[in-house]
């Protein structure tokens, strides 16, 4: 059983970063691909970013694609979501899932975080 907890939200001024955590606990963790996924009141919750198991691929849907970057150590078992020149438009949680796949389809994820909350002011 994974199981998974983020960190590292908060509420920054627009243009600014912050760094995602995703701490999983479970030796086989590094063997699964890790999702980012978020969800601001009243919408759907949707893909962020994800990345294999070994690191070696990721994707990211065009409106976040060239600010954030996902990354992981799977010596620590944590997966990172670094989110540059963030808008007011990136306000939502964040949850990170584990799957079996890197995909952006949400139902492919089995595990997942309880979030945490990102607020971008302008």
């Known amino acids: 059983q994974v199981q998974l907890v983020e960190s590292g939200g908060g509420s920054v001024q627009a243009g600014l970063s912050l760094r995602l955590s995703c701490a999983a606990s479970?030796?086989?963790?590094?063997?699964?691909?890790v999702g980012w996924f978020r969800q601001a009141p009243g919408k759907e919750r949707e893909f962020v970013a994800t990345?294999?198991?070994?690191?070696?691929?990721?994707d990211y849907p065009e409106s976040v694609k060239g600010r954030f970057t996902v990354s992981r150590d799977n010596a620590k078992n944590t997966v990172y979501l670094q989110m540059n020149s963030l808008k007011p438009e990136d306000t939502a949680v964040y949850y990170c899932?584990?799957?079996?796949?890197?995909?952006?389809?949400?139902?492919?994820?089995?595990?997942w975080g309880q979030g945490t909350q990102v607020t971008v002011s302008s």
């Open positions: 479970g030796r086989a963790f590094k063997y699964y691909a």
């Open positions: 990345i294999t198991w070994t690191g070696n691929y990721t």
């Open positions: 899932a584990s799957g079996p796949i890197a995909t952006a389809d949400i139902s492919r994820y089995d595990h």
